[in-house]
């Protein structure tokens, strides 16, 4: 080789023969000095794999690895084994004989390296990339063959402690912009370019054609086909001896964004391999257009004559390069960080000294020098993994400020070269979710800071503390390393704090403050009473996390990302530290009482769930911890919280739950008391009546609480009195809304349990109960649900149903025909007599019979039209028989006048009452009603106001 500067522009007749030949030669020692550096990394047993590595290619034999039955493309061009290899092919396989084929070219064109190896970057557990480079026009089949031989030998390679990927390639089809396996393979999204200019700049050719691209000029590079076709006609080079990826002129800027998105979605998990391709992505982003690729300044050094292979290795080079970029930039900060990811790639120690260093060992020693790296600093960086908590969350922090720089950049990029595509914008959504699920600082999220580190934190002495709190009533919890026992005046910053324990602890644990720990110290207030936390409540906590979370959690599939996030397990802290009956427990008492349940114990109705910390794990494994501490509300407050969580997700799917509590009072009937009422709520809202707007009610202290889906969220609605619920229960519902009861509420009020129990029947129904003196209750749950209670006078079985029946068949027709519904109403009536045993105290519902016929004269039926005037009172016309009474013109003697008509008719014997059978509201009366549609309730509210005036004054008659 001669040591001169190589200039030959397309203008000036382009490369001549002298010097393509001094190329050759230039090129080929670089390549041969990094396979042999690639040599000196490996075990003997992995030079032979890569000595017999061309040879398995070339042929296909039964005893050789990699033999294929078919008839499998084989034979590498201008490849010839020498003695070393034929002496290791005999080592393998002493009875295989080989004979040199015939033809000069083979259907394999090359084989390359490409990658870490033979680089500062290769280590010991460094994995092997190779392009198997096949002549274009083999059929599919061929191919897949092909394939499955580079599997096998793969297979064979494992046994050499070696992970080996295999990419078949056509070099033409590669040009014309097909990349086979390797746009999912080796580099997700990276474009044509982008994974070519990492090729040349990194390529090892291992046997076979030597790349055209060698013998075109760098500074032509944008004449690339010129100078290959010159370099053909002027009958230099022999094309057929040469394999063409193309040129790489220059990068297209929409490149970057689909390389840029993929080296960040594996820089969330590990930001040190990815932060030096994405900072070359910005370098090269930034400088666009006039930016040129790291393998234009490979190759500018080779026509140069500057053939140093550590100034050539493409991990120095594209340090080399990041280094100006960020010192123009006036950007230390972020060059230590590269400095930093530089040196952890390399991983070695250059602390623990070395008897034989290697060249890589003796490269980065001289860098680390350059940069002025002191030997207590090197040290640290090797002791990565056992750094303490404070240099964690410091390198965490400016880890994320790096990634999240990136993304921003990357979505500057995108909105710039307006990356429209439909798959464009979901990928980028979905590495911003991802991101967001990784390091964004939520209330209540916990926040991993040690992922990115991987350091080991179990070392660290942990402690809790409990603080003061600027609010009343509230507690604050605080954790702290080395050991603190005592706050003093001036105590250092907590590492986590909170108002929920469970959510400093869980921290602790996700973070690995934990891992060695059975149980850690946890300092109390003296001055706080209230707290009652014992050794055993903190360990059963601890182990309850190990049991419902164990670490590491399942990787989430990218498609997950698409949707929005879900709860997909629960857990329920009840009573954390405290102790609902503490001033009992104090004194060494329990309480007894045949009133057992949890939420409303004992005569005194007390509640004994004091306090809730849910823990939520959702699907992007965000773990997410929220404090109820409302005392009244506490309970209500929680479940509404889950289900709207649940509600705002993308599957609205029943998440894993279950409720734990620790606590010195009855722990185990409180937590299986709540995680019934939770597990039953969620499972009536997300699975029984996922597509019906249903009600749930459940009973707590001396209340009772009704949840319903209302206008695409979950609200409640609490009531002090049995009277005031059935108050509730009349009110008009927007549409048909069923009612399940939890299963201790109204416990003493048989009767409307078992009528609400009934209430997802579709239809009417009608419930009475006969009473003393000859009277009876009624109760009417309509085709929405509302319910209606009234007494009235009874006689008997048959002259309650009647009239009622006919009544309700004739609103039927009404309602049919007033136009509000397309299709006619037919709903089914039923009717229920209540029954109740006082001997044994059982009660049950007996169906009572309805009848059609109307003849009989047991009752009288009247006719009432109901309107409202414009000074907003309610008015009514009643026929009797012929005749006709209206309340607006015969005012206060409207009721005594219809009452003396009645009892005039033949029809109306003694003991017998008056029914409104038919009923006609005026339309200023519908238009009035909360939902602009009139309902069953509405013509019972309106009879039940007329006949029992009329009534009342047929007994004084």
């Known amino acids: 080789m001669q040591a001169y500067n190589i200039v030959k522009k397309i203008a000036d007749g382009g490369l001549d023969y002298p010097s393509m030949t001094e190329l050759g030669k230039r090129f080929r020692a670089v390549n041969e000095g990094r396979l042999e550096r690639l040599r000196s990394g490996m075990q003997n047993t992995q030079q032979q794999f890569l000595e017999l590595l061309p040879m398995l290619f070339h042929v296909n034999h039964h005893l050789l690895p990699g033999w294929i039955e078919d008839d499998v493309p084989k034979g590498v061009s201008f490849y010839y ?22 033809q000069l070219n083979g259907d394999i064109s090359s084989i390359f390296l490409m990658g870490s190896t033979g680089t500062i970057g290769q280590s010991s557990q460094s994995d092997l990339d190779i392009w198997v480079c096949h002549v274009a026009g083999l059929s599919a089949e061929k191919i897949y063959l092909l394939e499955q031989k580079a599997e096998l030998i793969s297979e064979w390679a494992m046994g050499m402690n070696l992970e080996v990927h295999f990419f078949v390639m056509d070099a033409h089809a590669f040009k014309v912009g097909s990349k086979g396996r390797l746009s999912s393979e080796n580099a997700g999204s990276t474009q044509h370019y982008l994974l070519l200019d990492e090729f040349y700049r990194s390529h090892i050719l291992i046997a076979g054609a030597e790349p055209a691209w060698w013998l075109v000029p760098p500074y032509e590079e944008h004449l690339y086909n010129q100078h290959v076709r010159h370099n053909i006609d002027s009958g230099f080079l022999n094309y057929g001896a040469t394999i063409d990826f193309g040129g790489v002129p220059r990068i297209p800027v929409d490149e970057f964004v689909g390389a840029g998105m993929w080296h960040l979605y594996k820089g969330i998990d590990a930001p040190y391999k990815s932060l030096l391709k994405l900072m070359l992505l910005e370098l090269y982003a930034f400088s666009f257009p006039k930016a040129q690729c790291l393998c234009l300044d490979f190759k500018q050094a080779v026509y140069d004559f500057k053939l140093n292979l550590d100034e050539l290795d493409p991990y120095v080079m594209l340090y080399r390069r990041l280094e100006r970029y960020l010192l123009s930039r006036k950007q230390t900060v972020r060059l230590e960080l590269v400095r930093r990811a530089f040196y952890f790639k390399i991983g070695i120690s250059l602390s623990r000294k070395s008897r034989s260093p290697s060249w890589r060992r003796i490269l980065i020693d001289r860098l680390t020098v350059e940069w002025g790296w002191s030997a207590q600093h090197i040290a640290h960086l090797d002791n990565k993994e056992q750094w303490g908590i404070d240099d964690v969350i410091r390198e965490q922090k400016v880890l994320i400020a790096e990634l999240t720089h990136s993304y921003r950049f990357l979505t500057q990029i995108a909105q710039k070269i307006k990356a429209s595509s439909k798959l464009r914008k979901q990928e980028m959504l979905i590495l911003g979710r991802k991101l967001s699920a990784a390091f964004d600082r939520k209330p209540g999220k916990i926040e991993i800071i040690n992922s990115t580190v991987s350091a080991d934190l179990s070392r660290e002495k942990l402690t809790v503390h409990q603080l003061q709190s600027e609010q009343p009533e509230q507690s604050l919890w605080g954790a702290y390393c080395n050991q603190l026992t005592r706050m003093g005046s001036n105590p250092p910053q907590p590492l986590k ?13 996700f973070n690995g403050l934990l891992d060695a720990h059975i149980n850690i110290p946890v300092f109390t207030l003296l001055e706080d009473d209230s707290i009652t ?30 949707y929005k996030s879900c709860p997909v397990k629960t857990i329920l802290y009840v009573n954390v530290a405290r102790d609902p009956m503490a001033h009992l427990s104090a004194r060494g008492l329990q309480k007894i009482s045949n009133r057992t349940d949890s939420l409303d114990f004992s005569s005194l109705r007390e509640n004994l769930v004091q306090t809730l910390d849910l823990v939520v794990l959702n699907s992007w494994n965000e773990v997410h911890v929220s404090r109820f501490d409302l005392h009244d509300d506490t309970l209500v407050q929680c479940l509404l919280f889950l289900l709207n969580s649940i509600a705002m997700s993308a599957s609205k799917q029943m998440p894993e739950f279950e409720a734990l509590c620790f606590s010195v009072t009855r722990p185990a009937a409180i937590a299986n008391r709540v995680q019934q009422l939770f597990r039953d709520v969620l499972r009536y809202f997300l699975l029984d009546h996922q597509n019906v707007p249903g009600r749930y009610v459940f009973g707590y202290e001396d209340k009772i609480c009704v949840i ?15 009277q005031e619920f059935i108050e509730m229960l009349a009110q008009e519902r927007p549409e048909f809304s069923p009612i399940r009861l939890d299963r201790y509420s109204l416990s003493e009020n048989r009767e409307l349990r078992m009528i609400l129990s009934n209430s997802h029947l579709r239809g009417i129904q009608v419930y009475f109960r006969r009473l003393a003196g000859q009277r009876a209750i009624i109760h009417v749950v309509d085709e929405y649900g509302s319910l209606f209670s009234y007494q009235i006078p009874f006689l008997s079985v048959k002259t309650l149903i009647k009239p009622l029946y006919r009544f309700l068949r004739i609103i039927e027709y009404r309602k049919n025909t007033d136009g509000g519904s397309e299709t006619p109403i037919a709903q089914e009536i039923f009717f229920y007599e209540y029954l109740e045993n006082t001997q044994d105290r059982t009660a049950r519902l007996i169906r009572r019979r309805t ?65 409104v059978t038919d009923l006609e509201l005026a339309d200023e009366i519908k238009a009035d009603l909360p939902f602009g549609r009139v309902q069953t309730i509405h013509y019972f509210q309106y009879k039940y106001r007329l006949e029992s005036r009329i009534n009342s004054v047929l007994n004084k008659l």
């Open 81 to 102: 084994p020498d003695r070393t290899v034929l002496s290791s092919l005999g080592q393998i396989s002493r009875s295989y004989r080989y004979k040199q084929p015939n």
């Open 497 to 509: 704090h909170s108002s929920s324990l469970i959510e400093v602890m869980i921290w602790s644990y």
């Open 533 to 562: 936390l014992t050794d055993y409540e903190l360990k059963e906590i601890i182990n309850s996390f190990r049991y419902h979370f164990r670490k590491p959690l399942k990787a989430v599939p990218q498609e997950v990302f698409v």
């Open 708 to 722: 319903s889906f209302d206008r695409h969220k979950f609200t409640s609605i609490q009531v002090d009195t049995q």
């Open 851 to 915: 009848e059609s016929d109307f003849t009989d004269s047991d009752f009288y039926n009247i006719r009432a039209l109901v309107r409202k005037e414009h000074d907003g009172n309610i008015h009514y016309t009643v026929l009797v028989g012929e005749r006709e009474f209206d309340s607006l013109t015969l005012g206060q003697s409207f009721y005594v006048t219809v009452a003396k008509a009645l009892s005039e008719t033949n029809q109306l014997h003694e003991r017998q009452l008056c029914y």
